[in-house]
């Protein structure tokens, strides 16, 4: 048995939380708020409430073997993005660093985002990341604290590259349903393998001081898979537009423009080569249940 804290302890998670106490270890769900506590207890886990950006409240943290940072920035901006997962991060690291007891392993929730553009080529860790907004740049900085400033502190720490979260409250049906579906590629993870492959790496003691790409079997395009959800759910096919029909509106941000032109496909090769087995391999695995509930007269996205 293990002790574990998961300090922002939200969408993933509170599914990696439940994940570990099923596999009999000791979980601590880390929130801000009290209201973000009554859920973390609601799913079994014991609560704490500290903020990363807020180092003084770190010392409410028990101590653990493992620390997993899965914390939100609370907002869009690379100014929230470095508050949070520079800083708070780093807060945290130098709150376990100071202790009798250090952490073993560090894992960090970070973002396909930081790959930038490869002209729709496969991407894997050996890829070099080129980020190519501020707030990617930032999560690129938060790879590098995760990896380098925790290996000094005496803590091994592993970046899990998250591809595109969907799952429960998050299929986002209406925007590939009622479109229009913009061209590109969609890199996805369900919610329950973004922190199985967490739970994975840490159980299998795998993956220490690497980077390791959690995305699923298939990287789809845009079109495509509108269409596929269109049948499956009966309904027709969604308006589409090209990716320069999109750029071309004016009330586009730039941050926007920029991710529209970036893409990639990426590889789960290494998560395979460690061991995981995906509980929903591709889209049409993981949209499964969200199309039974649309069919059924269910927004999926309201339970």
């Known amino acids: 048995m293990v002790r574990a804290v998961i300090v922002g302890c939200g969408y993933v998670g509170l599914e990696l939380g439940r994940q570990l106490r099923e596999a009999d270890h000791e979980v601590t769900g880390v929130r801000r708020s ?39 920035s ?23 660093a100071a202790r009798a007891s250090p952490p073993d392993r560090l894992v960090y929730t970070s973002s396909t985002g930081v790959y930038g553009d490869h002209g729709g080529d496969f991407v894997d860790e050996e890829t ?7 707030k ?7 790879e590098r604290v995760a990896r380098e400033e925790a290996a000094a502190a005496g803590i091994d720490g592993t970046v899990a590259r998250f ?14 349903l009622d479109g229009p579906v913009t061209e590109g590629y969609l890199n996805m993870v369900h919610r329950d393998d973004a922190a199985g ?21 298939e990287p789809v395009d845009k079109w495509t898979f509108a269409d596929w959800l269109a049948a499956e759910c009966g309904v027709p096919s969604p308006p ?12 586009l941000s730039t941050a926007a423009k920029r991710r529209l032109q970036t893409s990639k496909r990426c590889s789960n090769d290494r998560l395979r080569e460690l061991g995981y087995e995906l509980r929903y391999p591709t889209y049409r695995e993981g949209y499964r249940d969200a ?13």
């Open 34 to 72: 009290d209201d973000g506590l009554d859920v973390v207890e609601a799913t079994g886990l014991d609560p704490c409430r500290a903020d990363a950006t807020a180092p003084s409240s770190l010392a409410s943290l028990p101590d653990a073997e493992w620390v997993i940072f899965a914390a939100s």
């Open 74 to 96: 609370g907002g869009r901006g690379a100014e929230d993005a470095q508050r949070v997962y520079v800083d708070g991060l780093r807060n945290v690291i130098d709150e376990y």
């Open 128 to 134: 070099p990341i080129d980020p190519t907004t501020e």
């Open 136 to 142: 990617t740049r930032v999560l690129a900085e938060a």
């Open 163 to 176: 591809a595109g979260l969907y799952g429960p409250r998050r299929y986002r049906l209406a925007r590939y």
């Open 197 to 217: 492959g967490v739970a994975f790496l840490l159980d299998a003691d795998a993956a220490r001081g690497e980077v390791v790409l959690v995305a699923d079997d």
């Open 240 to 251: 589409k537009r090209t990716i320069e029909e999109r750029l071309d509106d004016p009330d």
């Open 291 to 303: 199309i039974e509930s649309f069919r059924a007269g269910t927004n999926p996205d309201d339970i």
